[in-house]
């Protein structure tokens, strides 16, 4: 079976703080994907990452990055300098190699305060 | 050139009765999804059909029936509606039942059920 935990269920910050949401996850595949999905206050779901698990390089898109720790079974999320337009709930998943089935971890509900 | 679509954006309706949400998609993808997402954002995967077959159906309650008439749309019907099925509904596609690909998400059907 396939579990994600995200332990933090709400992160305040003030803008342009950096902030980590944390995500960790449980799998006996040793192939497997993980994912991060934002849902801003409009509610649609946005792609953010895709990582396979024998891809440990860490990745930074503008603002955005990620650290992958296969060790720790981790995929952390950074955001550098947040903005109020980051506040949204993120979601990381994780899917088997077989089949799409994205297990969502809870959500962490990030706001970013002006 | 919505993605992926579904409609009604809103459903309101009264416990017993029958009610349907289309989804259609123009990416030409070959597997489609449906996810619930409860009142606590938690986001659960019910079913997955590639090429119009079958191949995800979770723990859901046969109140609830998937139809595929072609690869494009997935439509979900829902029997005799109950309190607790009052959530989000959201489709979403992939490229193919691969586990790698990113799922594309429509914006989702809030539905009530009073």
């Known amino acids: 079976a396939q579990k994600v935990t995200q332990a933090q269920t709400e992160i305040s910050v003030v803008e342009k703080e950096d902030v980590t949401l944390d995500c960790v996850y449980e799998?006996?595949?040793?192939?497997?994907?993980l994912f991060w999905y934002k849902q801003p206050p409009s509610g649609e779901l946005v792609f953010l990452i895709r990582?396979?698990?024998?891809?440990?390089q860490n990745e930074i898109s503008g603002r955005y990055s990620w650290n992958f720790q296969k060790s720790t079974s981790s995929f952390n999320f950074t955001i550098t300098a947040s903005q109020v337009v980051d506040s949204a709930v993120y979601f990381c998943?994780?899917?088997?190699?077989?089949?799409?089935?994205?297990?969502f971890g809870q959500g962490t509900i990030l706001t970013v305060h002006p | 050139d919505t993605a992926v679509s579904q409609t009604p954006k809103y459903l309101v309706t009264q416990m017993g009765n029958d009610k349907s949400i289309k989804c259609e998609q123009n990416?030409?993808?070959?597997?489609m999804y449906w996810y619930k997402q409860d009142s606590k954002k938690f986001l659960k995967i019910m079913f997955s059909?590639?090429?119009?077959?079958?191949?995800i159906n979770e723990t859901v309650p046969n109140r609830f029936s998937p139809k595929s008439p072609d690869k494009a749309h997935l439509n979900l019907h829902i029997n005799s509606l109950e309190l607790g099925d009052s959530a989000v509904y959201f489709c979403?596609?992939?490229?193919?039942?691969?586990?790698?690909?990113?799922?594309?998400f429509g914006p989702g059907t809030r539905l009530t059920v009073l």
């Open positions: 979403a596609s992939s490229p193919r039942d691969g586990s790698y690909n990113e799922q594309f």
């Open positions: 799998t006996r595949d040793t192939t497997y994907y």
């Open positions: 998943a994780l899917t088997p190699p077989s089949y799409g089935k994205l297990t």
């Open positions: 059909y590639n090429n119009k077959e079958l191949i």
């Open positions: 990416l030409g993808h070959d597997t």
């Open positions: 990582r396979n698990s024998f891809d440990e």
